[in-house]
C-alpha cells in the first residue's frame, strides 16, 4: 500500500511543483510585499505602511461602497432572475428548450471586450437603442456614463446580463435533481403550484442557491471588467470604481505593489468573511 502512494505521489510531484511556484508561491509573496514600503528603491519593510494607509484612504472607502453596493442590489436580483429562468426552462410545456438553454448560457462565452462594446453602443445618449426606446414612449433621455446613479445602474445591468443564464443553468440542474414523486404526492394532497414553489422546490433547491450566491459574492468582490471597459475606468469622477479597479490602478498603473497587495489580501478577507456570514445564516438546523 505504500508502495502505491509513493507511486501516485511521484506522478504527481510535477503538478505540486508547479501549483507551488506559480500559485503557493505568489500567495505567500503578495502578502508579504503588503509590509513593505514599495515606493522606495530598495524596498524597505514597514508593516503599518500600506494598512495604515488603506484605514484612511477616501478612494479605498469609496471602492469599498460600490464593490458592497453592487453586492446587495445585483447579487439578490441576478440570483431571483436565474431561478425564475431555471424554472421556465424546465417546464415541460416549453418547446426547444435546448435552443433556450444555450440563448441564455450564451453572455457567459461571449468576449467581455466585444460585449462591453456592445453595451456602451446600446447606451450611448445619442445614438443609443437603450435611449431611442425611452424616447419613443415619452420619457428623456439618460446620460449613462455621466452621472453616477445611471453608471452604476448599467454596470448592475452588464453583469446581471452576463451571468444570471450561468446560474439558471446551475439551478436548473438542481431542480431537475429533485424527485418528480415528491410534486406527485403533493399534486394528490391539492397543494397548488404556488406553495408546491415555496414549500418544496425553494427548501430543496437551498444548497443550489447557496452554491450560486457565494460564486457571485466572490466574483463581485473582484469585478474588474464591467467598470474598467464600460464606464471607462470607474468613471465617471470615480463612481463606479471597485475594489478590483482600485487594485488595477495601485498595481499596474502606479507601481504600488505594497499597497495593491494590501488592498488584494482585503478583498479576500471580505470575500470570506461575507461568505462564511452568509452559510452560517443558510445553515441547515440540527
Do not use: H
Request: some cysteine; proline content about 5%.
Amino acid at each position: 500500500m505504500r508502495t502505491q502512494n509513493a507511486t501516485a505521489y511521484r506522478f504527481l510531484t510535477p503538478y505540486l511543483l508547479i501549483f507551488a511556484i506559480f500559485w503557493i508561491w505568489p500567495i505567500i509573496s503578495s502578502f508579504l510585499i503588503s509590509f513593505q514600503a514599495t515606493r522606495t528603491v530598495p524596498w524597505r519593510f514597514a508593516p503599518t505602511f500600506n494598512w495604515g494607509r488603506l484605514i484612511g484612504d477616501p478612494a479605498f472607502y469609496n471602492a469599498l461602497k460600490n464593490t458592497l453596493l453592487i453586492l446587495v442590489i445585483q447579487v439578490p436580483v441576478m440570483i431571483s432572475l436565474a431561478i425564475v429562468m431555471a424554472v421556465l426552462l424546465n417546464s415541460p410545456l416549453l418547446k426547444a428548450r435546448g435552443l433556450y438553454r444555450f440563448a441564455f448560457f450564451a453572455p457567459v462565452v461571449v468576449g467581455e471586450v466585444a460585449y462591453s462594446a456592445v453595451f456602451r453602443l446600446m447606451f450611448s445618449l445619442d445614438f443609443g437603442i437603450i435611449n431611442k426606446l425611452l424616447n419613443s414612449v415619452g420619457l428623456t433621455k439618460i446620460d449613462w456614463f455621466s452621472n453616477v446613479t445611471p453608471a452604476m445602474a448599467l454596470i448592475m445591468i452588464a453583469v446581471t446580463w452576463r451571468w444570471a443564464g450561468y446560474n439558471a443553468i446551475i439551478i436548473l440542474a438542481g431542480l431537475q435533481s429533485i424527485p418528480e414523486d415528491v410534486y406527485e404526492a403533493a399534486t394528490l394532497d391539492r397543494v397548488s403550484r404556488v406553495k408546491q414553489f415555496f414549500y418544496i422546490t425553494l427548501p430543496l433547491l437551498k444548497p443550489v442557491i447557496v452554491f450560486c450566491a457565494v460564486l457571485s459574492i466572490i466574483g463581485t468582490m473582484q469585478l474588474f471588467t464591467e467598470p474598467f471597459l464600460i464606464t471607462e475606468r470607474g468613471g465617471p469622477g470615480g463612481g463606479t470604481e471597485t475594489l478590483g479597479l482600485l487594485l488595477y490602478r495601485q498595481g499596474f498603473r502606479s507601481l504600488n505593489f505594497g499597497y495593491a497587495s494590501a488592498v488584494a489580501y482585503t478583498m479576500a478577507g471580505l470575500a470570506i468573511a461575507i461568505t462564511l456570514v452568509q452559510l452560517w445564516l443558510t445553515r441547515e438546523p440540527k
